[in-house]
């Protein structure tokens, strides 16, 4: 018999849909008092300001970038220490991901460079070790929804996992508050009542400590005056459990209060819940992003509103871990990946009309789950109209559901475009919250490709595949196939041509009226659906081409460009590159499994100036370049370890190609006539991105970047 349920799907999506919801709710609100969200808002029922795009937040980077521990981890069962190494390998280093408020002020700051120290989780979030006002942050329960999202229906391995994966930055009741909020969501699966999945939550926790304490206090309040609010027991939380009595930047007992009142006082409406647990304040997108997650969980996708919580966000996903590809993301790839991990965990086989989207197509814009869009955006050459995107299940060309399309008020010669943004610039956001920085997930060389249907009820109409290169201001159309009303699904596709110093920014579909239909009042109704892209990159990456971002004084990063650490910028039509100890910058997509990279570059000071390939973090890549006078293949699993090593003298000053390549689990590089080659055998990176990296003071200059996938 099946663990997971019938409907862990839709619920999955739920979940993790809600926990944006939440999230972006409580944003514009975050460390405000109950009383100043009163006298501004009145009764906040909504979200409180609108986003071009919503920012990254480190309540979204921690559930998913943590999780990835489950997938990398070294042995058979997840322990601290591989929720540790996902730590150093996916956060950048004091910068994006979470707050950095210092050694002994954050925790996650704290425990993070007691990782990088040497010292092993869970020691590294241990109240011996970093004080128990530190350790007992909120941090400890606003990274967890994800364990309990990949254990449906088994609370009690949620706050297993929970536990392990708090404790590399908590101790004590941040752990406890972990465990709470897993073993919560995972009993949501399979309990349809809150106050159920409370009391089982509740029951993996120790009776005595002060998260119980305090989450019990506000249930025995709610059931012992009837009469009560929400407000009134708002104002028994606030003298009984508020901030004066806890100590640190951002106390966890206070807030576990709030989503307490919340659950009870929401009963178990979703709605309901969520602006309860706002109006509180305090931690307001930690704790609204918490109990939305669980409130998803439980009453499922019918009942979060569309055109309320779920069109503003439209299913994106940004993120600000250290490789730029993943900081683009949509909510329906962060349900799939956690899906595919859940079936993993419980030695399961996911449902047949599944199995695709949780392998290889997990990237893809499919539609399966219920109301999402995957981020499609809508833009049109000629004046503004009314278009709408709209899941359905009326058709699909596979699975059980697409994506409607329909504009009406179409002027002559007038197209639309429906399209996925490949890449972001600052202009796209209103703020720089948790800055992020990206390199595009699509590239010259590769597929763009979808299916198109013109339904019974719509009119004939010209459609095709294209994308976009910014840097050029070039469009790239493939063919375009007549969409007759009422006939068959018809595939679209357009290879993009290879290209130096391109840069595609949006791909999807062109969609375009007839010129005998097209006058004042037709309607524009097409299905889409499997948008994908597909093949090999083949282009390369000019620094004379790119540009300096300043989203702030703090957080200036360069296009295409994701850093680990050190200091850049754009000189004379070259990327500058240093650092005192050891600087890294990355591109290119972390999917990439065999290709060639050719660097050209000069090693302007120092001795370490390395190539990187096969990058899937910032603790795993190989590194390949110079040492003094020698070519050398390094090997990064937490730590340099050198596979080959051969002479070849460069000068600095001088320009150089480095090219590497890698095939399965052989690195083979190439300088000025010297060759050097080796396996690696023991766990090797098959898939990653590429990148540049100076280390022990050193400096370098790069002028491009050159990549050309294989197989």
């Not at 055998?681 to 200059?701: C, D, F, I, M, Q």
Request: proline fraction near 4%; hydrophobic fraction near 35%; aromatic fraction near 10%.
């Amino acid at each position: 018999m099946s663990r997971i349920s019938s409907d862990y799907m839709e619920r999955v999506y739920a979940g993790w849909l809600g926990k944006m919801i939440g999230v972006r709710l409580g944003a514009a609100v975050e460390g405000w008092e109950y009383e100043r969200i009163r006298q501004l808002y009145g009764e906040l029922t909504d979200y409180p300001a609108t986003y071009k795009h919503f920012a990254a937040d480190d309540d979204i980077n921690g559930p998913l970038f943590l999780l990835r521990a489950l997938e990398d981890k070294r042995g058979d069962t997840l322990t601290p220490r591989d929720v540790g190494e996902a730590l150093l390998n996916y956060a950048p280093f004091e910068h994006g991901f979470f707050w950095w408020g210092g050694w002994g002020v954050s925790t996650e700051h704290t425990a993070y460079l007691n990782l990088r120290r040497g010292i092993p989780a869970p020691r590294s979030g241990s109240a011996e070790l970093n004080t128990l006002a530190v350790a007992e942050q909120i941090g400890g329960q606003i990274f967890v929804d994800s364990w309990g999202l990949v254990a449906p229906g088994d609370p009690a391995l949620a706050a297993d996992l929970a536990a392990k994966a708090a404790s590399v930055t908590h101790d004590g009741n941040g752990v406890y508050g972990g465990m709470f909020v897993a073993a919560a969501i995972s009993a949501a699966f399979v309990e349809r009542d809150i106050r159920r999945v409370v009391d089982i939550a509740l029951s993996l926790i120790p009776a005595d400590c002060e998260y119980t304490r305090a989450v019990r206090a506000v249930l025995d309040f709610h059931d012992s005056r009837p009469d009560a609010s929400w407000r009134d027991c708002f104002r028994f939380v606030h003298d009984h459990f508020g901030y004066d009595r806890y100590p640190g930047a951002c106390h966890i007992i206070p807030n576990c209060a709030v989503m307490a009142l919340a659950l009870a006082y929401g009963n178990g409406r979703f709605d309901d819940t969520l602006n309860i647990c706002n109006m509180c304040g305090w931690d307001t997108d930690c704790n609204v992003g918490n109990v939305a997650c669980i409130m998803g969980v439980l009453c499922g996708p019918d009942a979060i509103d569309t055109g309320k919580w779920i069109r503003p966000i439209n299913d994106l996903c940004i993120r600000s871990g250290v490789l730029g590809d993943m900081n683009i993301v949509d909510i329906p790839y962060g349900a799939a990946y956690i899906a595919r991990l859940a079936y993993r965990l419980a030695g399961e086989e996911p449902p047949e009309s599944w199995q695709y989207i949780l392998g290889r197509g997990i990237h893809d814009c499919h539609f399966e789950f219920p109301k999402s869009t995957h981020a499609l955006c809508v833009r049109s050459d000629g004046p503004a109209n009314t278009a709408h995107l709209v899941n359905t299940d009326e058709d699909a060309h596979t699975g059980k559901r697409c994506l409607r399309f329909f504009a009406t008020r179409l002027l002559e010669g007038q197209r639309f475009f429906l399209y996925k943004k490949t890449y972001y610039w600052k202009e796209d956001f209103d703020d720089s919250r948790y800055d992020p920085a990206f390199s595009p997930v699509l590239y010259p060389g590769q597929t763009v490709e979808g299916w198109l249907r013109a339904p019974d009820y719509g009119s004939d109409t010209w459609g095709c595949a294209y994308a976009r290169d910014s840097r050029r201001d070039k469009t790239v159309y493939g063919e375009k196939v007549r969409l007759q009303s009422g006939g068959q699904w018809r595939k679209v596709e357009v290879q993009i041509p290879p290209m130096d110093g391109g840069l595609i920014d949006e791909a999807g579909f062109c969609l375009e009226t007839p010129d005998e239909k097209t006058k004042k009042g037709y309607q524009l109704v097409v299905l889409a659906d499997g948008l994908r892209f597909t093949g090999q990159p083949d282009y390369s990456l000019q620094f004379k081409n790119e540009k300096t971002e300043i989203w702030n004084e703090k957080h200036v990063e360069i296009t295409q460009l994701s850093r680990m650490k050190g200091r850049s910028e754009l000189k004379d039509g070259l990327l500058h590159i240093a650092c005192e100890d050891e600087g890294e910058w990355y591109t290119g997509s972390c999917e990439w499994e065999d290709y060639t990279a050719a660097f050209t570059l000069i090693r302007e000071s120092g001795s370490r100036h390395e190539a990187l390939v096969r990058v899937q973090g910032a603790i795993r890549s190989y590194a390949v370049g110079f040492d003094g006078d020698l070519l050398c293949i390094r090997k990064n699993d937490n730590g340099l370890r050198t596979l080959a090593k051969t002479r070849c003298p460069v000068p600095l000053g001088e320009k150089v190609s480095l090219s590497v390549a890698v095939r399965g689990g052989r690195i083979t590089a190439n300088c000025g006539g010297v060759s050097l080659s080796c396996e690696d055998k023991e766990h090797p990176y098959l898939h990653g991105a590429v990148g540049v990296a100076v280390r022990e003071g050193s400096t370098a200059l790069v002028e491009s970047i050159r990549v050309r996938g294989e197989g």
